[in-house]
């Protein structure tokens, strides 16, 4: 019998880290996790159950102090030169047993990255915020407050609007910045999150990537306000709400890089999410894999197991083909990320790639999407079953087709490289 | 929005008589008055709030006996040409909670075996119209014909494993089956219409109350969608029923699944509908590129118009088949097995089209499709269940053979 670890990835783009720590995290999550996912949706405000959970992945497995350099206590892993593959790793691993974990875990890690990783290092705040991380015994997470209430796409489409319609303001005053605004939905807010990343606006309307800032915000700051979580269809393990910032004063240097360098490093990172994206769909894919092998061979259709029906076959067949295509895709993503200055022949912050790497994760979303939705169609009845795991899978993974600007900004950066618009 | 329902999503009106017509308006008045007005409310209180609607429309406004002859007290709406009106019925009320239609669907579907005019089960009838024509809200539950387990070889319907023996007793029959996943509802279920078979395998319908002995439940399941009809697997150890609750006409499964597909149908029609109003608000109120209105957007604008193709035909198509059902002789004859290929055909694009609508519709809501608060996301999920449970089992592939066995006359799918 073939097993997860046989769907495709190119062999030469594993990295050292990712031979040895992945049969760790995966049987770490077989034993602290999956026993448990099907409480998560009950547990979505309150994270009884979750919170111990992370404090054991983060903190007793030691996820949350990775990236950061050894000397400060991390790992080393934003330094090394297989930080995006040993990030899709993770996120798959953490994608097969709960993709609402995964990217609270991920996006811990993503406004962290805009510092740490070449060219764009700043030692300064990787010094100021390693204790944070690296230095407790409870799990720390991070968010990317990024979405506005007037228009999400906007933000990320950096290539067209240049973060025009950025409302949220950074003004200097002295050595401080002043931030002013309000995010909406960033992965751990509602009160999880201990450090903010914001992209914001110093000079409201200008298109000029220069007045682009991103700029730290500890959450316990005077004048930083959290809502209460959403409730959504599915991603209990992931908490988002509203965030107001009136007139939040952080020191001068909580800027990533400065003018220019803030656009290009946030650039860096719409391609990490994108990967990471990928890769907790792959992961959640092969979950379903596991599911509906276990479904399709114990039960029947005429008297006979439902696999060994040509039709159904045909359906499952193409399901499987889809996962093992789309994890070829996905390591491809993460493999741009690491050859970094040039993938394709194209930096990293360039639109070439974030276009491409948008294209593949729209693809993946979709294939996703539809084969979760068949894979419920083959159990019929059970379909919907929590018990099978399969409708949680379909429930969390919807959004990760809709986040970062969604499924029209990827075809518009598709178009946009492949055919030179130059207005969309 | 600007145009009501009605004139966007447009459907043959003459299949709707006058006092369908009123009972509809009615219908449609509870939906925007009780639910639809409230959203908030109703999602923040929904166990206590589902059970005083159901109150209102199936006891205040009798929506319960509607399909009940008026001998027994009914609206007298059990004829083939009410198809169409119970049709809209159930399309607003999928408008303003799919789980209130999914559990009507089933009472309607079981008793357009038993009450029509044509099939008229008069025994039976009475019976069923004691239970029916009351002050308590009733909840059948059905259960039909659906995965095997390996090791384990059933009596088949169209290979779909039937897991239910009936054998004779003294002064009725018996039911034995383990482990059986009603479509909805077992675990508040006050009556069970099972499709069993016989000791030479003909299949067969029983309808079992909840208060047989013999009869277990397991802890409720938790699912997807259409969370307020409980479901639990069933279990019947020697359950005895009277010898009437057991109907074994020829071609009584295949009308069981007909009329499931017109009215889970109408149902998720209906969410569409609503779901395709929150659409309307959002791309009406939202912008992108730092001022376009989302609907002014060209590519926005393709995913809006597919949405809207997608329910309207989804809509054109099923009235098509309540209009089949109800004059069948017009579309070539009454031949069961005709109108069974059919509702499957249709029944299943149907909820490939109202899921793709709103999966497409989704997307671009972005996050707020995902949020609760937008009530997007429950129609998402109440339909998807619905689809999972009139495709199932294997991604359409039994209504495929259903279709191919019609069409080319195979002989041993």
Known sequence: MIKIDDFSRPEEYISPFDRHFRKVIRKHLEQTVMPYRRQYDEDWKDHHLIEPAFDKLMVELGLQKSLFPQEYGGWGIAQSDYVFRVGYMLSEELGRADTGMAVALCVTFWPLLVIMIEPFVNERLIKEFAPMFCNTDKAVFAANAMTEPQGGSDIENLGLMGGGTIRTTARLDGDEWVINGHKLWPTNSGGVAKLFGVPCTTNPGSSDPKDFAFIYVPADLPGVTQGGPYEKAGMAADKNSDIWFEDVRVPSWYRAHGPGRDAEAFYQLISFGQMASCAFLTGAMMNLYERLYEFVSTRTYNNRPLKENDAIAGIIGRIAGDIDICRILGHETAMIGDRRNKPYGKPLTSEDVVGRIRNIKDFVSDRAVENFGKAMDVLGAYGADRDWDIEKHWRDIKIIQLWMGGKQLCQMEAARYFFNCETL | ?413
Not at chain 2, 46 to 71: A, H, V
């Open chain 2, 1 to 413: 929005m600007r145009k009501n329902l009605d004139e966007l999503f447009i459907f043959p009106r003459q299949l709707i008589d006058e006092e369908s017509g009123s009972v509809i308006s009615l219908v449609r008045q509870w939906a925007e008055k009780e639910i639809l007005s409230k959203r908030m409310e109703y999602r923040e209180n929904y166990s206590r709030l589902f059970g005083e609607q159901r109150d209102r429309l199936n006891l205040t406004i009798g929506l319960q006996w509607l399909t009940l002859p008026e001998k027994n007290g009914g609206f007298g709406w059990n004829d083939y040409a009410n198809a169409p009106g119970i049709t809209s019925v159930l399309c607003e009320i999928g408008r303003a909670d799919a789980s209130i239609g999914a559990i009507l669907a089933m009472e309607y579907t079981i008793l357009a075996t038993i009450a029509m005019k044509h099939n008229l089960n008069r025994k039976l009838c009475d019976r069923l119209a004691s239970h029916y024509v009351s002050d308590e809200v009733r909840t059948p539950a059905l259960i039909l014909p659906g995965p095997g387990s390996l090791g384990h070889e059933t009596p088949l319907f169209h290979g779909r494993s039937i897991g239910v023996q009936v054998t004779t007793a003294k002064g009725g029959y018996t039911l034995s089956g383990e482990g059986l996943r009603p479509l909805t509802a077992g675990s508040i279920a006050d009556l069970f219409c099972v499709v069993c078979t016989g000791k030479k395998g003909e299949p067969c319908i029983a309808l079992v109350p909840d208060d047989t002995p013999g009869i277990r439940r397991t802890p409720p399941v938790l699912a997807t969608g259409l969370n307020a009809c409980i479901n639990a697997d069933i279990s019947f150890d020697s359950a005895t029923i009277p010898k009437e609750n057991v109907i074994d006409r020829p071609g009584i499964v295949e009308e069981l699944y007909t009329w499931l597909n017109l009215y889970l149908g109408a149902v998720s029609i209906g969410a569409g509908a609503n779901f395709f109003e929150i659409l309307s608000d959002w791309s009406e109120t939202r912008v992108i590129k730092g001022g376009t209105t989302l609907k002014e957007n060209p590519l926005c604008a393709s995913v809006l118009a597919e949405v809207a193709e997608e329910i309207a035909m989804a809509k054109i198509l099923l009235y098509d088949l309540a209009h089949l059902l109800s004059i069948p002789e017009e579309w070539s004859g009454t031949n069961a097995s005709r109108s069974f290929t059919f509702s499957g055909i249709i029944g299943s694009r149907v909820q490939a089209g109202v899921l793709k609508a709103i999966n497409r519709g989704m997307e671009l809501m972005g996050s707020a499709g995902y949020a609760k608060e937008w009530h997007a996301e429950k129609h998402w999920r109440d339909v998807k269940t619905i689809q999972s449970l009139l495709c199932g089992v294997a991604a359409e592939a039994p209504v495929r053979m259903d279709t191919a066995r019609f069409f080319y006359n195979c002989t041993e799918l």
